[in-house]
């Protein structure tokens, strides 16, 4: 069965830090802060000044004007109170506090600035914004101002409506509840008879958490010895019923161990200002649930770590599935890629293939031109030979020109048949058109011939022998008609 709706939750939680560029909503303080989306965000009080040196002093001001008109020595006036706050000896100091077998870390420094967070309901359980947005102002001007404005300055008011909370996606999806930051100093106003004495600082109105606390009314409850040993007793107990599983003992000893709880003059503060709040909210008809230790109206603090560390193990296993994905799709482009580039290797070696064919036909072609050359350079050696004899024996009584004649003869025609050689083979190809080369090109390829020029010679005697048989038949006719 669904619970009951019993009522929002309210929080006033007060914390030693501020951060006025991110209340302000400055660009670059707030431009990576995933959480910060669309939405209102105004100032109340404070104004565009960040620097919280400039508003801390204005408090004291007047104070320590007067104080260091008193002072002779020029070493001993204040310069900024806010800067002899921060160099106080305790400033940076932590404290070990023991909680059962832990054991935690806690900063006791002085801070200048103390911050007040004020918020109704969670991120599941809200009231809307506008209902409540005139509720925190008046509340913080109205009664915060006149129950505790005397020891507790305000310098600062923030309202923000604008931030989002993760999903089970990690995404800032869900809209978080408005709140309001309240920026505030604390004071102490010294009486005289506080003045006197040695070692004193002499300023009337100082800073001062605790004071300010107990100036308020706030004290801090000490437990006598027997208080102490009754509250050590009980936390045995609750020890014992918890290693033993009996739940409903361990709740009821823990109600008991609240009446010997101590509470500092702090907690009890921050604790009378929420109560505050709750009251005053109520009052304006918004529904409060003030069940004392009840954390999230819509499940336990354990469900809800144990739930928050379930999203995140899911948004995590989504990534690594997301990246497995990727990496499967990369792995598929690459013997992709691989199968390319092997289909590209083997169109290289192929036309490496054919590039070696042909170059071992040209360095052939080449040869015989050379093997030409050569003959038609012996056959014009000759006839240049034979020309040299005839003008040195021409004079000679035994000169025959008919033997040389017969010489120059047999030379020129040796070179004629050589140059005629070229000639007619260059005319073959030149007569033939682009159909014929293509045939050609396909006889070649079906190794009818080892090549071009043996198709050249191949043609040539078909030729030659056509023109013998027509000649032999010329002949075999002319006989006939004698």
């Given amino acids: 069965m669904e619970e009951e709706f019993a009522g929002y939750t309210v929080t006033a939680h007060c914390k030693p830090d501020f951060n006025f560029a991110h209340n302000l909503r400055i660009p670059g303080s707030v431009f ?11 100032n109340w009080l404070g104004g565009y000044e960040i620097g919280p040196e ?3 002093n204005k408090i004291f001001q007047k104070a320590v ?4 008109k008193t002072q002779k020595r020029s070493d001993r006036k204040i310069k900024s109170y806010y800067q002899k706050v921060l160099d106080d000896g305790r400033f940076g100091k932590t404290k070990t506090l023991k909680y059962g077998n832990r054991e935690k870390q806690v900063d006791i420094s002085r801070k200048p600035i103390y911050e007040f967070i004020f918020q109704v309901g969670n991120r599941d359980e809200h009231p809307d914004s506008q209902d409540v947005k ?5 509340f913080v001007f109205t009664v915060f101002k006149k129950k505790f404005g005397k020891n507790f300055r305000i310098i600062r008011v923030d309202y923000h409506d604008d931030e989002y909370s993760e999903d089970k996606n990690g995404n800032y999806t869900i809209k978080s509840p408005a709140h309001v930051h309240v920026a505030f100093v604390p004071v102490i106003q010294k009486d005289p008879e506080q003045l006197k004495g040695k070692g004193v600082l002499k300023l009337r109105l100082q800073h001062s958490l605790s004071q300010a606390c107990e100036a308020a009314g706030f004290t801090t409850n000490h437990l006598s010895e027997e208080e102490r040993k009754i509250k050590n007793d009980l936390k045995a107990q609750i020890r014992d019923a918890k290693e033993k599983g009996n739940k409903e003992l361990k709740e009821e000893l823990q109600k008991k161990l609240l009446d010997y709880t101590t509470y500092t003059n702090q907690q009890r503060f921050e604790e009378t200002v929420r109560m505050a709040f709750a009251e005053y909210l109520k009052y304006h008809g918004i529904p409060i649930d003030l069940t004392p230790g009840k954390k ?5 603090k354990e469900l809800f770590k144990i739930n928050k560390e379930k999203e995140k193990l899911e948004k995590r296993k989504q990534e690594i599935d997301l990246a497995n994905k990727d990496l499967d799709s990369r792995e598929a482009e690459l013997a992709a890629d691989e199968n390319a580039v092997s289909t590209r290797e083997d169109a290289v070696k192929n036309r490496e293939d054919a590039v070696d064919v042909d170059e071992k036909e040209i360095a052939k072609k080449w040869s015989e031109i050379k093997d030409r050359e050569y003959y038609v350079k012996e056959n014009s050696q000759e006839v240049l030979k034979v020309c040299d004899e005839i003008e040195e024996n021409k004079k000679s009584p035994t000169f025959n020109l008919k033997t040389f004649a017969e010489k120059v003869k047999k030379a020129l025609t040796g070179a004629w048949h050589t140059i005629k050689k070229f000639k007619d083979e260059a005319e073959f190809w030149r007569s033939k058109t682009a159909e014929d080369l293509e045939d050609i090109a396909k006889e070649i390829r079906k190794n009818k011939y080892r ?4 198709y050249y010679t191949e043609m040539m005697k078909k030729n030659f022998s056509k023109i013998k048989t027509k000649t032999i038949d010329k002949d075999n006719d002319q006989d006939i008609t004698r």
Wanted: proline share 0%; net charge negative; aromatic share 12%.
């Fill in 134 to 138: 005139k509720l925190f102002k008046q």
């Fill in 32 to 42: 990576n802060q995933e959480h910060i989306g669309v939405g209102e965000h105004e």
């Fill in 451 to 454: 090549n071009a020029f043996d």
């Fill in 65 to 68: 004007d007067e104080y260091n």
């Fill in 54 to 56: 400039k508003l801390f």
């Fill in 296 to 300: 999230h109206s819509h499940q336990t």
